[in-house]
């Protein structure tokens, strides 16, 4: 495997935050580095503005000759071939938009994207909890979940959209997803999902309930990581939500394992950051939900780049080894 030189511009343009780094790719060391929220009102000029400022302040700073490439990781369907956004599902505006075309003529380099899933597990894989092994599967458990396969140490990206893991069907005639399919695996463990079921039952809660108690009586007030807490605090209502919402990620990446036998599954996104409810309740589903013959085939872990895996996949993409 070759080792990979120079530093590279990279630009994370997410549904919730905007990112922006200079990458040294041969260290891994991030020598600059920013992050703003993204201003959804203004649609996709109102990123293009903030992402371009950051990038000609870090260039000012570190010297722009010094600067090999820009990498975009982009939080929605590309292209298959990296030039083109398909759409975002948060961001009003990147319809079919050219946006390495358009920031090649801003800043005078050559641009490489990639979609958020698969630039992060280019990250992980080589700067993270992948450590370089051959064959990857990473999965990352957010607002949505999506997924990036990584086959004899490239990028597998199929027709441009493979790893869509999200919406692998966990029941029949299940719930609506925002693809238009029903019973996807989004529609039941994604952050967006668990607080959305919770608040669906809330009615329902007995007053004295740990949920009840942590959002005020108020189930607005409701969010994933306040699920989590009920849990932890014994609200039996949640802990069966929670199980069943772990139990579906069981079930999909059971299939994954048996059709991929992975050496190593790596789980990024918000929600791995709660490792022990992970560990409690997903795990023993895997384990009862893949053959016997493929227990102990994986190593399982968790990312390590806290946040930074997208940016560090896009400084990857210039490489060309790797994709
Ligand atoms: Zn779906």
């Given at each position: 495997m070759h080792t990979p030189h120079g530093k590279v511009l990279a630009f994370d343009f997410g549904g919730t935050k905007l990112a922006a780094a200079i990458i040294d790719k041969a260290s891994g060391e991030v020598l600059h580095y920013a992050k703003r929220q993204t201003?959804?009102?203004?649609?996709s000029q109102g990123s293009l503005d903030i992402i371009c400022a950051l990038g000609d302040e870090f260039l000012q700073k570190n010297g722009a000759e010094e600067i090999q490439a820009i990498g975009i990781s982009f939080g929605g369907p590309i292209s298959r071939d990296g030039q083109?956004?398909?759409?975002s599902q948060h961001v009003k505006g990147w319809d079919y938009f050219p946006l390495p075309q358009v920031l090649s003529e801003h800043f005078g380099l050559p641009v490489f994207m990639e979609n958020d899933a698969n630039a992060a597990a280019l990250g992980e894989w080589f700067y993270g909890?992948?450590?370089?092994?051959e064959n990857l599967f990473y999965f990352q458990v957010s607002t949505g979940i999506g997924a990036g396969i990584i086959l004899n140490g490239k990028l597998y990206r199929g027709m441009g959209m493979?790893?869509?893991?999200?919406?692998?069907?966990?029941?029949?005639?299940g719930m609506q997803c925002a693809c238009g399919?029903?019973?996807?695996l989004e529609s039941y463990s994604a952050g967006w999902s668990i607080a959305s079921h919770a608040k669906a039952l809330y009615n329902q809660l007995p007053s004295g309930s740990a949920l009840r108690q942590l959002t005020q009586n108020q189930?607005?007030?409701?969010t994933t990581e306040l699920v989590f807490e009920a849990y932890r605090q014994g609200d039996a209502q949640m802990q069966t939500l929670v199980r069943s919402a772990m139990h579906s990620l069981a079930r999909a990446l059971a299939d994954v394992v048996c059709i991929l036998d992975p050496d190593r599954v790596v789980i990024g996104g918000g929600i791995s950051k709660s490792k022990d409810i992970m560990q409690a309740e997903m795990m023993p589903g895997l384990e009862k939900l893949i053959p016997g013959f493929l227990r102990g085939h994986f190593d399982l872990r968790f990312s390590v780049l806290d946040g930074k895996e997208t940016l560090y996949g896009a400084a990857l993409l210039s490489e060309g080894g790797f994709r």
């Open positions: 201003p959804k009102n203004l649609g083109w956004i398909i759409t909890a992948g450590e370089k092994c493979a790893g869509e893991f999200g919406h692998l069907t966990v029941e029949e005639d399919k029903l019973g996807c189930a607005e007030m409701v």
